[in-house]
Antibody
Framework: EVQLVESGGGVVQPGGSLKLSCAASGFTFGDYAMHWVRQTPAKGLEWVSLITWDGGVTYYADSVRGRFTVSRDNSKNSLYLQLNSLRIEDTALYYC??????????WGQGTLVTVSS | DAVMTQSPLSLAVTLGQPASISCRSSQSLGHSDGNTYLNWFQQRPGQSPRRLIYKVSNRDSGVPDRFSGSGSGTDFTLKISRVEAEDVGVYFCMQGTRWPYTFGQGTKLEIK
């Protein structure tokens, strides 16, 4: 069974940093591109970042480019998102999701990031 | 970016009655490879999204056949033939044809 388990969320002040992790199991992690997607009640679902299967290529939403960094360790079946220079508007539930053929086949349960002074 | 617009944004349906959700894209979602990467997700209260439909009309394993997807180009529809209590939640369309992937605002389905 495919499982994605996010961790690392928490409460942080504006300008602070967090590192999110996503532990994958039940599939060959290194065969798939992975995404981070966030969700808020006000804005709904928003794509944040993509990393290709080998980590060779990364993409970011304009709203996070230059502040967030996605990475992966295929030997540990793990995906990461480093969040720096956090803003109030980054407050959201962050999901990792497995990419296959223009879709998200699986999502984690999400980890909540709250940016507040 | 392809803007995805869903309607209605909320829907109250009597048990056993049909429901229909529309999703329109600002750009055609037909890909040069011949596929149309339009997906539907269900998000039950307190849960993460679960994919129901991919490439317009293909049901995922375990998805009841009362769910069906249709459409082409820029206009797509998710239909539930007979709504059951377990269908309560929010339904999202998502396009994976054009970069970046984008989502509809979500349609909240409730039981009347």
């Amino acid at each position: 069974e495919v499982q994605l388990v996010e961790s690392g969320g928490g409460v942080v002040q504006p300008g602070g940093s967090l590192k999110l992790s996503c532990a994958a199991s039940g599939f060959t992690f290194g065969d798939y591109a992975m995404h981070w997607v966030r969700q808020t009640p006000a804005k709904g679902l928003e794509w944040v970042s993509l990393i290709t299967w080998d980590g060779g290529v990364t993409y970011y939403a304009d709203s996070v480019r230059g502040r967030f960094t996605v990475s992966r360790d295929n030997s540990k079946n793990s995906l990461y998102l480093q969040l720096n220079s956090l803003r109030i508007e980054d407050t959201a539930l962050y999901y990792c999701a497995r990419d296959y053929s223009g879709s998200y086949t699986n999502w984690g349960q999400g980890t909540l990031v709250t940016v507040s002074s | 970016d392809a803007v995805m617009t869903q309607s209605p944004l909320s829907l109250a349906v009597t048990l056993g009655q049909p429901a229909s959700i529309s999703c329109r894209s600002s750009q055609s979602l037909g890909h040069s490879d011949g596929n149309t990467y339009l997906n539907w997700f269900q998000q039950r209260p307190g849960q993460s999204p679960r994919r129901l439909i991919y490439k317009v009309s293909n049901r995922d394993s375990g998805v009841p056949d009362r769910f069906s997807g249709s459409g082409s180009g820029t206009d797509f529809t998710l239909k539930i033939s007979r709504v059951e209590a377990e269908d309560v939640g929010v339904y999202f369309c998502m396009q994976g044809t054009r970069w970046p992937y984008t989502f509809g605002q979500g349609t909240k389905l409730e039981i009347k």
